[in-house]
């Protein structure tokens, strides 16, 4: 379990990365639907070890990093010819990994 002080919750203390291949599986003039399957790689600044002695403390961190499958869905919705609403949901497989993840997503888009 990890344990941070208040002033070392000021900074993001996880990230991630993803890498994948989609498909579309359907595509009209009004909407396009598609499939992607990708790496996700989480890393998280976890605390390994707190010390104190004496009025010192020593605190002992480091970087988790776990590796995990992730399926999406996603739609590409056009609302004009350029302009595009853009929904995706994810779910992140707990597969060798410390997390099982949700995505849920939306924004526009601009085709030129």
Known sequence: MSFFEPEE?????????SLGL????????????????????????????????????????????????????????FLTDNFQFVPAVAYGIRFRSQYTSYWLRAGLAYSF
């Open 22 to 77: 989609g498909y579309d599986f359907h595509q009209s003039e009004s909407v396009i639907l598609s499939g992607e399957l990708a790496y996700l790689r989480h890393t998280t600044h976890e605390l390994l070890g707190e010390l104190t002695s004496q009025g010192v403390t020593i605190r002992e961190t480091y970087n988790k990093v776990t590796h995990a499958p992730r399926l999406q869905l996603k739609a590409r919705v």
């Open 9 to 17: 919750m000021d900074y993001f203390n996880m990230s991630t990365f």
